[in-house]
């Protein structure tokens, strides 16, 4: 089993339980088998980076580090129907209910790790298992009001309905009401535990606890006289003490072990009894719940700015492909904390149409479109909310992106052979399923040479079926067949060197940008051009 918050778990089969439990919830991001974490592939890895992603990703799991939620990215659903399963869990989990319920889960088994990790490091042993039972006895506690919350929340989703049943199953199991027995048992015996402290200058003498009206009547007589009138208890400032015991408190804990050996040698045993009481099931619930939480909370702010983010319509073979006011998340979660501007766009391809070539002036938003049409097949295939207000996606089986890199003095082959194999190994993988971006392919080439490969590339996806987005500076790969759609990066009519950051879909019309561009700065042809004598 894989690893997880608190540390590994036993593994005892799938659907399993050391406290016994029922079969049939494999977990919140697969549907019919727990898959194990797996290393992100080189090309989910490049995607994620192409796209802009990888930001995203690291500022949504800030905070959540115990959870190590980067591999949950990499584990994508093998259908469209398994990605339904995931947007059912996610929809859950915006009712306020139902993320009421799982938060106070979390912050359950978060207190339940910090007392088991607290147990491991303290040397007194007795005191130890005492961390350790507390730890259990939290747990319980946990996973109880857990199922009863989420009864009460009663969830629609496939996959939390499967969690109630479970819940409900496993502890109505014989192993979970024996250790909940057990631990608030022991528990209960040892709050009884009670003594009393005799302290004469540098002396303590330990005895067993005196009754308690002896007690009460006793202090009550002494401080009696010293009472004028109501009193008001000045504020009482706590501070948090080392929670290692000193010399003389393990002294005195060893002299009341004597008063009950037989208690304490129970909870002695205990920690080897149940050294493991967590359920796995549960346990990976809990990491895998927080990969949806913590996206889920990203988007507050985005969606507090207007932002409209929607569960796409996920489809095997849809008959189209489409967005609505869609844009690129990273930059617009960069804008939204600078008080800046988020522009939208709308793309569509239906038909035979398979893939979008992208034109217009540099810095026009041709990048960050190529970006947000990546984004929502990405997010998208994770069963995540997509930036839109509506949308409609294929299930992609990769996807595959090509940006411009950095040439390194040591990589003594040239960036165009090194795109030339990085084109090369993607069209050998790519299919009709598969989604390709590539922003600027051939841009240090020459215009012919970047014409010839250019309409090559994408004749050889075109023949596969693949679908995808297309940037470059040359208009006329635009004009290749039916299967190829125009987007454009406008300008302002009034001023060609205003961006609107606006993607449409129209004609190429690269040259009216330059010849517009040069009437604004003086330099067209018919201003430059030697004047004729008469």
């Keep these: 089993m894989s690893a997880t918050p608190g540390g590994s778990v036993r593994s005892v089969g799938r659907g399993g339980s050391p406290l016994g439990g029922a079969v049939g919830f494999t977990g919140v991001l697969d549907e019919t088998e727990a898959t194990p974490d797996v290393a992100a592939p080189a090309a989910a890895t490049e995607c994620f980076r192409d796209l802009g992603l990888e930001p995203v990703v690291q500022r949504l799991t800030v905070g959540r580090e115990e959870y190590d939620l980067l591999p949950l990215f990499a584990r994508i659903p093998p259908c469209a129907s398994a990605v339904a399963y995931r947007q059912e869990i996610c929809r859950d989990l915006e009712r306020v209910e139902v993320r009421r319920a799982v938060d106070a889960f979390a912050q359950g088994m978060r207190a339940v790790r910090e007392q088991l990790l607290r147990s491991q490091k303290l040397r007194n042993l007795r005191q130890a298992a005492s961390w350790h039972l507390e730890a259990a006895g939290a747990y319980a506690a946990t996973v109880t009001a857990l199922a009863a919350d989420l009864e009460r929340a ?72 010293f009472r004028s009138g109501d009193v008001t208890d000045p504020p009482v400032h706590y501070r948090e003490r080392d929670p290692e015991m000193n010399h003389i408190e393990a002294q005195i804990l060893e002299i009341v072990v004597r008063f009950q050996p037989e208690l304490f040698a129970r909870l002695s045993r205990y920690p080897h009894e149940r050294p493991e009481f967590r359920d796995p099931v549960l346990v990976r619930f809990d990491r895998e719940v927080e990969f949806y939480l913590a996206y889920l909370d990203l988007l507050v702010s985005l969606r507090a700015a207007g932002l409209e983010f929607c569960y796409p319509e996920v489809q095997d073979s849809p008959p189209e492909i489409y967005a609505e006011h869609t844009f690129d998340v990273a930059l617009a979660d960069r804008q939204v904390r600078e008080r800046g501007t988020v522009v ?87 299919t009709e399923r598969s989604l390709l971006v590539v922003n600027e392919g051939f841009a240090s080439t020459t215009v012919s040479d970047g014409l010839l490969l250019g309409r090559r ?29 125009s987007m454009v990066a406008t300008v302002s009519p009034a001023d060609p060197t205003v961006r609107t950051y606006r993607v449409v879909r129209q004609p190429a019309e690269g040259r009216a940008y330059a010849v517009a561009l040069a009437e604004k700065y003086g330099i067209s042809y018919e201003r430059l051009r030697p004047s004729r004598s008469g």
């Design 154 to 225: 009663d969830p629609r989703s496939r996959g939390l309905r499967a969690l109630v049943d479970y819940l409900r199953n496993h502890l109505a199991g014989t192993g979970f009401r024996e250790f909940a027995r057990e631990t608030s048992s022991l528990r209960h015996d040892l709050n009884e535990v009670t003594y009393s402290l005799f302290v004469r200058g540098s002396r303590i003498t330990v005895a067993p606890f005196r009754r308690a009206t002896e007690v009460r009547t006793y202090a009550a007589q002494l401080f009696d006289r």
């Design 344 to 430: 939208v766009n709308d793309f569509r391809l239906t038909g035979p149409e398979r893939l979008f070539v992208v034109t217009g002036p540099n810095r026009g938003g041709k990048t960050t479109f190529a970006r947000a049409f990546g984004q929502v097949h990405a997010l998208g295939r994770l069963g995540l909310p997509v930036p839109g207000a509506r949308t409609q996606i294929p299930w992609c089986d990769a996807i595959y992106t090509h940006f411009g890199r950095e040439e390194h003095p040591e990589d003594l082959r040239g960036r165009l052979h090194d795109e030339l194999d990085r084109f090369h190994e993607i069209l050998a993988r790519a």
């Design 457 to 485: 590339i994408l004749d050889r996806a075109l023949a596969k079926g693949t679908r995808g987005v297309y940037v470059t500076f040359l208009d006329e790969l635009s004009t290749i067949g039916p299967s190829v759609v």
